[in-house]
């Protein structure tokens, strides 16, 4: 396990194969088959090992900073190894550390005072929209920021809309300095803080 999360991290989940992880090991790949049944066995268990890295920490009362915390550890995670959210979606999301993950933002949206089946919308909702930017986010730093400087990718990218606008499209020239002065995170804890207050207003 400990070799396949390596081949994991160092190429990707999709990626991860029985020949990759036998030759990292030195052995035939047919002997693996004697620990696990199949290479979707093993993408499951190499995924309740990075799922475990979220660790998602319940602050009780603080409902808030959970669900804060959480979506920025799941977030970051889903980034990282975009293939866990296919592999998770196959086994029914019913991995421990998944079900652990769940069962704490479930308990935090409960202690907002939400009903329970505005609980599971509120979660739903949060959760659709943690695992989307995860998939944007890896898509940006893939086709913009290849070389890791994202800084410079944002800059780029503000820069070729405005050419391209070449005054067609004032508003987008308009707001382009408000772009380029604005982190790149800064979006997703933006949207993050505004579904939070529409889960408490809820409650209210």
Do not use: N
Request: hydrophobic fraction near 45%.
């Amino acid at each position: 396990m400990a070799a396949a999360v390596e081949v994991a991290r160092e190429a990707s989940l999709e990626e991860l194969s029985m020949r990759r992880v036998a030759r990292r090991l030195g052995r035939a790949p047919m002997s693996l088959y004697r620990h696990v049944a199949d290479l979707e066995e093993l993408r499951r268990r190499v995924v309740e090992v990075l799922v475990g890295e979220v660790q998602i920490v319940d602050h009780g009362d603080d409902w808030r900073r959970t669900l804060t915390d959480a979506a920025h550890r799941m977030r970051d995670v889903l980034t990282e190894h975009p293939g866990i959210l296919a592999v998770v979606m196959r086994s029914g999301m019913s991995t421990p550390s998944m079900l652990a993950s769940l069962d704490t933002i479930a308990g935090a949206l409960r202690r907002v005072g939400l009903d329970d089946p505005d609980v599971a919308r509120a979660q739903s909702s949060l959760l659709g929209f943690i695992f989307g930017s995860a998939v944007v986010r890896r898509s940006v730093e893939e086709v913009l920021s290849p070389d890791g400087d994202d800084d410079l990718a944002h800059q780029q990218f503000i820069d070729s809309l405005v050419a391209d606008s070449d005054g067609r499209y004032p508003h987008i020239e308009a707001i382009a300095p408000a772009w380029v002065a604005m982190d790149v995170e800064e979006p997703f804890s933006f949207a993050l803080d505004r579904l939070l207050e529409g889960i408490a207003a809820l409650a209210r």
